[in-house]
C-alpha cells in the first residue's frame, strides 16, 4: 500500500514541476513529445494514414476481381511495371492483399485503435498525470512510425513487396524461387514486423504498469471504466503473444539468410533440390497463430471497452452487468490464447488437436454472446442521445454479433473443411474483428474528438459517415459468406478459369461497387476529421454529460492533465439516472454523477 | 494525361465535399443549437433510421438467401458429406434465428428509446437471474454443437487402411499443378523423395524400391463410385492445399511430410451432371458464357467454349501466382469403367524401361 502512495506521491511531485513550466520547443511538443495526449495523436494521425494506403489497396484487388478481362490505366498509374498496359500482374495481386492485411491489421487496428486510445485515455481515465514512461512511450511510437515506414519502403522492393498472404506461410515466403515478393519484399516486411513487435510490446508493459500503479486515490479496480480494463487486458495479451510472433519472425530470418531449416524439408524447386531437411511449415503455422488469434482478441478488446463506454453514456444508463462484462473480457483474453488451432484444423496436424481447439473455440462464443446480450440490455429502457459515436457503436453490436455467429461454423473442425480459405472466411473474419474494430475507431474519434483537439466533430457528416459506412459494409460482406459457400477460394487472381464459378461474377461486382461506396464514405470522415480540427467549433469541458475523470480535465490540455491536485474518486463511472427512493435523479436536475463527486446523504454505493 | 484527369477528379472531389459541407452549414438556421451534440430532433431521426435499417438488413438477408441459393454447392458426392451438410443445415438454422432475434431486438431498442428531453432512463445495473439465463443458454447450446462436431470429425478424420479395400492414391502437388498416383496391383505406394527426382522420375519415386514399379501417374484422378480412397499428399515445393468442394474435402499439402485424408465417393460424375441441380446450374452458365462470347467474338477474339460440368480438385493455399490455375479434374465412375481406365495407364517401371531402351 505505501508503495502505492509512494507513487502517488511522485506523480504529484512531477505536477507541481511542470507547474512552473518550461518553455516547449516545436520539437519536443509535436514530434518527440513524451505527453500521452500528444502521443496518442500521432498514433492516430499515422493509423489513419497506414488506413488510407490499406483501403486503397482493397480497391485495387476488388476491381481486379469484378472486372478480371479489363484494363484500368490506374493500374498502369498506381502499380507501375506492375500494372503495364492496365493489366494487373498477378504477383501485385497477391502483394495487394497481403500488405492489405498486414497493414489494416497491424498498422490500422492494432497500433492505430488501441495505440491511440490506450495513450489517451488510460492516463486520464485513472486520474494519472501521464503514462509510468514517457520515455518509452515516445520510443514506442518512433519505433511504429519506422516500422510503418519500413512497410510503406518495401512496397517499392524491385521484385515487388511480401506477397505470401499476411499470414507468410513458409516455404512460400522463406524462398525468393517461389514467388517474387518472398525476395526484397519479404525481409522489408520482416524487418518492419520485428520492430513493430518491439514497438508494441514496449507500449504494453507500459500500459500495464501504468494501469496498475499509477491509479488515483479511491480508483480501485472494480471503478475503473470499461475501457481501462479492456486497454489492460489487451495490453497482457499482447505481452504474452507478441513475442512469440518475434522468434516466428526470427526463425523465418534465419531459414531465408543462413540455410537452416526450421521451416523447410524436401523440397525440390525451379529444377533443384534444396539441402533443407527435417524443418516443418506447420510449426510455423503454430507459432503464427499463437500471436495470430489473440491479435484478432487484441484488435477487437479496445473497440469493446470504446463501445461499452459510449453506449452506456449515451444511452444515459449504466453498462449492464459490470461484473460480467469484467468477467467476460477476461475469460476473451484467457480462451484466446488456447484457440490457434482453428486456423489449422486442415494443415495436417493430428485431428485429435483438432478437437481439443473446437471445443476451446466454441467456449469463447460464450463470453462473447454474454456481451451483445449486456449491450442490448443496456440499451432497453434507456434515453439514447445518437451522437455520431453512438451510432458507430450500435453498428460495432451489430457486425460483431453478424461476424461472430459465423464462427460457430468455422470454429466447427467438421464444418472447416470445406469452408476453409474460401470467401466465407473472409466475410467472417471482415465483419468480426475488422469492420467491428474499424466502427469501435470511429466511435472512439468522435466521442474523444472534443478531448484530443477541444474541438467537436460536425454531427451530421458523422452520420452521413455512419449510415454510408452501414450499408457499403454489410452490402460487401454479406453476400461475400455465399460466394464462399459456393467453394470459392480467396486469393485468387480470377476466377474464370473455373467456369463453374462463373454465375458468381455478377455478384462480385455488387460486392466490389459497395467496396466503393464504403469507401467514399470514409473520405466525409477524414474531410469532417480534418477540417474540425481547425474549424471546428470550440468543445465544452463535458459535452457528452460523462461520468469518467477525462471530461473534468480542462478542455485545453496541459502537460500533467489536471492543473491542480490529482481527482479523487468516489464511485463508479456508471452512475448515470441514478435515483434517490424517492425518484429524484442523486443530483437535483443532472442524470448523470461524475466519479469525483462523493456519495449523497443517504446514496448507497453500487455493489458491483 | 491520367495523372492531370486524376487530379482534375480528386480536386473535383474535394469541391464537392466542401460544398457538401457548405449546404450542411447553410441549413441550419442561425440561433439554433450548433453544439454538435445529439439534440431530440436528431435522436428521433437516428433511431428511426436504425429501424429503416434492420429492416433492409432482413430484406438484404432474404434476398441473399433466396437468389443465392444456386450458390450452394450440391448434395454431397461423398459419404461423409451426408453427415457434414445436416451439421452446417443444424448449424445455419441455430445462427440465423439468433441473429434476426438479436439483431432486431438491437436495433428496435435503438428505435424505441430514442433519446427525449424529458425522458428518464431505467438504473438498472445489474440482474442475476438474467445473465445467469443468458451464459446458460449459449453453453447448452454449444454444448451440443461441439459434441455432434466431434462425433462427425472423428469419424471423418480416422482413416483406418485395413477397413475394407481401399483404394490408395497419391496427390502430389507442384507449382502450379496436381499429379495422381494410384498404388497399382500391390495396393502399396513407393517410397519416394523430391531427392530422386530427375528425368522422367518427376515425381522423385525411390527406383530402388519394388512397390514403386507398379504406381501409376496420371494428370486425371478417376475414382470408382461407392469405393473408400484414402489420400496420401506430397508436396514438392510449398504449401498447397487439395480442396475436393463437391465431396466435403480438403486437406493441406505440406512439403516434408505425407498428409491424408479419405472419403467414399457416392454419385457418378455422369449422375452429378444429370442432377436436377446440376443442369440449372449449368444451363445459367452456358447463359452468361454466351453472352461472353458475343462480346469476346465482336472483340475478335475467341469464343468460350460450352461448359460441361465435371468434378474438379483446386488448389485452396496460396501457393504462387499462378495458384488461381491450379487445378485438376475427377471422374466418378463405375467399377468397371474405372478398371478399364486404369489398366490403360502405363506403370511407373514400364515408363523407365521404356526411356532406358529408347
Known sequence: MSAIANVHDHAEDHAHDHGHHHKETFITKYIFSEDHKMISKQYLITGLIMGIIGIAMSLLFRMQIAWPDHKFTAYEVLLGKFGEDGVMDPGIYLALVTIHGTIMVFFVLTAGLSGTFSNLLIPLQIGARDMASGFLNMVSYWLFFLSSIIMILSLFAEAGPASAGWTIYPPLSALPQAIGGSGTGMTLWLVSMAIFIASSLLGSLNYVVTVINLRTKGMSMTRMPLTIWAFFVTAIIGVVSFPVLLSAALLLIMDRSFGTSFYLSDIYIQGEVLHNQGGSPVLFEHLFWFLGHPEVYIVLLPALGITSEIIATNSRKPIFGYRAMVASILAIAFLSTIVWGHHMFVSGMNPFLGSVFTFTTLLIAIPSAVKSFNYITTLWKGNLQFNPGMLFSVGLVSTFITGGLTGIILGDSTLDINVHDTYFVVAHFHLVMGISALYGLFAGVYHWFPKMYGKMMNKNLGYAHFWITAIGAYGVFFPMHFVGMAGLPRRYYTNSNFPYFDDLADTNVLITVFAFIAAFAQLIFLYNFIISIFYGKKAEQNPWNSNTLEWTTPVKATHGNWPGELPIVHRWPYDYSKTNEDGEYVIAGQDYVPQTVPLQEGEEEMHH | ?358
Open chain 2, 1 to 358: 494525361m491520367t495523372v492531370f484527369l486524376t487530379i482534375v477528379v480528386i480536386a473535383l472531389f474535394g469541391i464537392t465535399l466542401w460544398q457538401m459541407s457548405k449546404i450542411l452549414n447553410l441549413s441550419k438556421v442561425s440561433g439554433e443549437d450548433n453544439s454538435q451534440v445529439a439534440n431530440d430532433k436528431d435522436n428521433n431521426l437516428q433511431g428511426k433510421l436504425m429501424l429503416v435499417f434492420v429492416v433492409l438488413f432482413y430484406i438484404l438477408m432474404a434476398y441473399c438467401f433466396i437468389q443465392y441459393n444456386s450458390y450452394f454447392l450440391p448434395e454431397s458426392a461423398s459419404e461423409h458429406g451426408v453427415d457434414y451438410d445436416r451439421l452446417m443445415l443444424i448449424s445455419m438454422v441455430l445462427i440465423m434465428i439468433v441473429q434476426i432475434l438479436t439483431q432486431g431486438l438491437l436495433h428496435f431498442f435503438a428505435y424505441k428509446y430514442r433519446g427525449k428531453k424529458e425522458n428518464k432512463a431505467l438504473f438498472f445495473a445489474d440482474n442475476d437471474k438474467l445473465e445467469f439465463i443468458w451464459t446458460i443458454i449459449p453453453v447448452i447450446v454449444l454444448a451440443g454443437l461441439i459434441i455432434y462436431g466431434l462425433f462427425t470429425w472423428t469419424d471423418i478424420m480416422n482413416i483406418d487402411e485395413n477397413e475394407g479395400d481401399p483404394l490408395i492414391v497419391e496427390l502430389y502437388a507442384y507449382q502450379f499443378d496436381w499429379r495422381a498416383r494410384y498404388a497399382g496391383a500391390d495396393n502399396e505406394l513407393g517410397k519416394a523423395n523430391v531427392r530422386f527426382i530427375e528425368g522422367i522420375n518427376t515425381l522423385g519415386l525411390d527406383v530402388s524400391d519394388g512397390y514403386g514399379k507398379d504406381d501409376k501417374i496420371t494428370n486425371e484422378l478417376h475414382l470408382p463410385v461407392n469405393r473408400k480412397v484414402i489420400f496420401k499428399m506430397r508436396s514438392q515445393d510449398v504449401l498447397h492445399s487439395a480442396y475436393m468442394p463437391f465431396f466435403r474435402a480438403q486437406m493441406n499439402v505440406v512439403p516434408g511430410m505425407i498428409t491424408e485424408f479419405a472419403y467414399t465417393p457416392t454419385l457418378t460424375s455422369e449422375e452429378m451432371r444429370n442432377s436436377e441441380f446440376m443442369i440449372e446450374k449449368v444451363a445459367t452458365i452456358n447463359k452468361i458464357r454466351k453472352e461472353k462470347s458475343k462480346k469476346l467474338v465482336k472483340a475478335g477474339d475467341e469464343a468460350l467454349e460450352e461448359y460441361t460440368f465435371d468434378y474438379y480438385l483446386l488448389c485452396n493455399k496460396i501457393c504462387g501466382v499462378s495458384h488461381y490455375n491450379m487445378q485438376m479434374k475427377i471422374i466418378v465412375e463405375s467399377e468397371e469403367d474405372y478398371e478399364a481406365w486404369i489398366k490403360e495407364q502405363t506403370t511407373f517401371g514400364e515408363q523407365l524401361s521404356a526411356q532406358a531402351s529408347n
